[in-house]
């Protein structure tokens, strides 16, 4: 009797901790779920708001564009100012965005090479946080997206075919061009978005724009972004704080040094602040 009456114990007890762990995974099957529709509600109202936001300032920059064309053709600062304040008042409303090494950031009137890992499409906001009139590289046909795309145009950012060869060496020899009068620009030498969040190993052809060119090349990690908004998931924003590390300048004539450094510098930062 004791035997069968441990047995039958022994039963009711297995399978109370099956319901209560059933119970569990059911709760935190609702609480994501939940998290899910929040961050997807977060993403539709960010992307509206920086949506309506953008249309105001395109006219604003509408207007300017004629006067930096004749003055300011390479910077286009005013324009640029627009394009920060789009961003900075954006990503206010839904998230911090942390600038690190300010100090290290190169007034806007000297030529560098900005070069940044990639694993979300924050990041293009995050960089706007610098406060610097750089071009960054975009494939041409976010070019066409309404109000956004018309508004990269008239900043003077670079449209790129990727995967056509010309296309490649014309971007390239545009923003030497940029350099050399005086302006910036910003690569994201991985090429493309991780999907994963971790750093693929760079691409040379920034670097040897700075190479050629002997501009300072300037290293900057981006933090909490891929966990903000993933790529591949625009649809969801979580609510996560993003940090922006400028590191110190690299300078040199040999492309190869630039890129191994520059990427030592980013994912080393990378792993200490995750």
């Known amino acids: 009797m004791t035997s069968i009456s441990s047995s039958r114990g022994a039963r009711v007890a297995t399978a109370a901790t099956s319901g209560a762990a059933a119970a569990a995974g059911d709760v935190a099957r609702e609480n994501e ?5 929040g961050a997807r509600l977060r993403a539709i109202t960010f992307f509206l708001t920086s949506f309506f936001l ?3 300032l395109l006219i604003v920059m509408t207007i300017l564009f004629p006067f930096c064309w004749a003055f300011d053709r390479t910077r286009r600062s005013a324009l640029s100012f627009c394009n920060d304040v789009w961003a900075t008042v954006s990503c206010a409303l839904f998230m911090k965005i942390e600038v690190e090494g300010r100090e290290n950031v190169p007034p806007a009137d000297e030529a560098a090479v900005y070069v940044a890992n990639h694993a979300s499409f924050m990041d293009i906001y995050s960089m706007f946080h610098l406060r610097r009139p750089f071009k960054f590289i975009s494939k041409t046909s976010n070019f066409l997206i309404p109000v956004i795309g018309w508004s990269m145009f008239l900043t003077g950012h670079v449209p790129l075919k990727r995967m056509e060869r010309r296309s490649q060496m014309e971007t390239l020899k545009k923003c030497r061009d940029m350099l050399g009068d005086g302006g910036s620009v910003l690569f994201f030498p991985e090429g493309m978005r991780s999907v994963t969040g971790k750093m693929a190993p760079f691409k040379k ?3 040897s724009v ?3 060119e002997n501009v300072p090349v300037v290293p900057v990690t981006i933090v ?3 966990e903000a908004m993933a790529s591949g998931k625009e649809y969801e924003l979580h609510n996560n704080s ?3 590390i400028v590191h110190p300048r690299i300078q040199s004539t040999d492309a190869d040094v630039l890129c191994e450094r520059s990427e030592k510098i980013i994912k080393e930062a990378l792993v200490q602040n995750s």
């Open 33 to 37: 779920g939940a998290f899910n529709l």
């Open 54 to 56: 953008a249309v105001p």
């Open 205 to 207: 052809g920034a670097f």
């Open 210 to 212: 700075a190479a050629k």
């Open 224 to 226: 909490g972004a891929h």
């Open 242 to 244: 993003i940090k922006v």
